[in-house]
Structures are given as C-alpha cells and as structure tokens.
Nanobody
C-alpha cells in the first residue's frame, strides 16, 4: 500500500508558476508516477508521466510549460508548472502504478485567475 500526499496547489495569476509535490509513504523507485487533473464538469486527464527510469511524457496542452521530475531517494515527485493559463485550473492528482497496483493521492487545487 502506498499513500500519496500532494502539496503546493493554490491561487496564481495567469503567467505565473507553481510547483506541485507528491510525497509517497514508501519507496517509489519501481513505480511509474503520473499527475492527472480534473476540471469541473470534465473527465480526469493525464497531465504528465515519468517512468521508473526517468523518461517523461506530457499532454500536448502542457508541453514546454510543465516539467516533471522524481527524487527516488526522497520518495517524491515534483511538477514544475510555468506560464500557467486559466485552463490549467483543476484539481491535480498524484498517481503511482506498478505491477497492477494503482494508487491515488487526495488531490490539490490549482486555480489560475486574475
């Protein structure tokens, strides 16, 4: 069982930056980690994914603006979000997958508004 705790959400103006962090209760070295987001009235969507070896994939809507990194020694992953847009407003969820196991955090709210 892996518990995931997100932090770093908040209110930011368009063009601003935020860094989301996700702390795991156990080692994540073998886990594929991901960030998803869900805006009101919309389905949850994949934002970014990082493999156990550090390879990353991003949704087209965030490419060039978001950077996903992992620190296996600290059991954490971070999502650096730059040039934020109002359409990035959503609840962001951390996800961990390995060998059929699938874990979610409780989510953190990101609101981009002037």
């Amino acid at each position: 069982q892996v518990q995931l705790v997100e932090s770093g959400g908040g209110l930011v103006q368009p063009g601003g930056s935020l860094t989301l962090s996700c702390a795991a209760s156990t080692s994540i070295v073998f886990y594929v980690m991901a960030w998803y987001r869900q805006a009101p009235g919309k389905q949850r969507e994949l934002v970014a994914l990082i493999s156990s070896t550090g390879g990353t994939n991003y949704a087209d809507s965030v490419k060039g603006r978001f950077t996903f990194s992992r620190d296996n020694a600290k059991n954490t992953v971070n999502l650096q979000m730059n040039s934020l847009k109002p359409e990035d407003t959503a609840v962001y969820y951390c996800n961990a997958k390995n060998n059929g196991a699938n874990y979610w955090g409780q989510g953190t709210q990101v609101t981009v508004s002037s």
